[in-house]
């Protein structure tokens, strides 16, 4: 895993090259002491329409593994995260808020 320094870093960097960055910190332990933070660009149409597919399938955690490796741009190794269940099925939550839609209006006029 990477210290804050290095993360920090990469960060900065990342922000630099794509704008927009957001961070999820998983827990690796049932303390939530040893944590994996991982940096996602942006999410896409393609990664929208991958996620809605196999999100209505036997395993929803497909879903999440599936935006994490398409998004992941750096940060901690990805595997940390997606080598254990319960640090993958952490960040379903926080997903969910990452791949939210601007909401449009419509008015009969």
Sequence with gaps: MKTKEELTT?????K????????ITAPLDDEGVKTATI?????????H????KLYGGADPSKAIEACLKGNYIDGDEL????NDDDALLACEAPLVE??????????KN
């Design 10 to 14: 990469e960060f900065e960097a990342l």
């Design 16 to 23: 630099n090259k794509y704008g927009t960055v957001f961070t």
């Design 39 to 47: 940096f996602l660009k942006k999410a896409d149409r393609m990664t």
């Design 49 to 52: 329409a991958i996620v809605n």
């Design 79 to 82: 595997a940390l995260i997606t």
């Design 98 to 107: 990452y791949l939210a839609r601007r909401t449009a209006s419509i008015k």
